[in-house]
């Protein structure tokens, strides 16, 4: 028998919802007006509630195109009387998704770290323990991006030993890989591996969601290529793309993965697979300035030509020098390739003119100065400066003698033989 549509309260409001939703990018102020209509009116059943929470999730996200970051926070205060009414999973929910919809918007992050603050006030206030962890947990990756770590530390330090007495594991995962990233970014590696480590363990003893087990793989390739093993690093970003590939919306930590790999590759020496990558049916969906930037380096790196590496660098500063990882390895990079030139344009000489060396590499006198001077330091090769003539001195290596090292070594061998001989006799007098 079919229902007449007349008689369901909450045919209107749905009529509303949808035609907000289709408005949204034409009038956003009668979508606005529409959704906040659907909120703040008190509709009957569990199917009411639903419906209001998704016109809060709508309405949140309006205000984040529109950029309006006071608009949300003004929301989020106006909401907490209906926070009560529905259960404090989804009260959590709701509030982390308002406040996860203003990273869309630039320059939003004190915002955000105020509004955290104000919420878990509210939330002592109004003992919600589940939503305080779960906007605790959230202020400290605000404070990461902060670049307040010293806070961080302290909140994920308390906020650990609460959430372990609790054995919520899946949170406490969350919150491992927010501290082991910190720790990352203040270069304290053996902590950061630590936490990480902590985070497997967890992670091993629940069910994981596989967004989480893929940040904590990407985690690991970064760890793991921090001390130069880039073989398993590379393992571990090919693990966490795979799932972000499957994954809706995860794109940019796709593409982060995608030029990780390559960076390992690079690394490795194997400019082929580096090709392969970059070419493979998996990377097609990702094409962009991103990969046309790992492109560029890679190929000044098999040219062997630091005039194109240090102009990827600018040509691709954002994409490059923004993210913390591929700067540090890039200047790694960068270092072996001017070592590697550095040796190969003095190798034919004893003598040679820091001067002509700088022409020829088309770099800074000043830089190729400190270069040799460092390189001489590290035993690089044998030479010396000559400052007056503005010359660099190269020594010829010294041809080690073998014999006194084979004498002692016969020594060694007949001091053996005499020693047995003896153990042989003393036993025949027994």
Known sequence: MD?????DPLAPFQADFDHAVEVANLDANEAITLFRKIIFTDLPGDDGIKLRERSIIHLGKVHAKQLDANAIDA???????????VSKAKAAKLVRTLIDTMREIPGSIDLQVTMCKESIQWTIDEKRTFLRHRLQTKLCELLRLQKEFTQAIELLTALIKEIKRLDDKNLLIEIQIIESRVYYEVKNAARAKGSLTGARAAANATYCPPLLQAEIDFLGGILCAEERD??????Y????????????????????????????????????????????KSALKYVGIDLDAMRAISQAYNDRSLKAFEQALVDFEKQLKGDLFIKSHLQDLYDKLLEENLVRIIE?????????????????????HKKLSQMILDKKFRGILDQGNGCLVVFEDDVQDKMYSSAIQSIGNMDKVVQRLGEKAAAKLV
Do not use: H, W
């Open 230 to 235: 880039f073989k398993t690093g590379f393992s």
């Open 75 to 85: 929301l989020l205060k106006e909401l907490r009387p209906l926070f009560a009414e």
């Open 237 to 280: 970003f090919y693990e966490a793309f795979e799932t972000y590939t499957i994954t809706d919306g995860e794109q940019e930590n796709a593409t982060k993965c995608l030029k990780n790999m390559v960076l390992c590759k690079i690394m490795m020496g194997q400019k082929d697979e580096v090709a392969g990558i970059l070419n493979g």
């Open 348 to 368: 034919p000489y004893s003598k040679v003119e820091i001067e002509q060396v700088a022409t020829v590499i088309e770099l800074p006198l000043a830089t190729i």
């Open 3 to 7: 229902v007449d549509q007349s008689e």
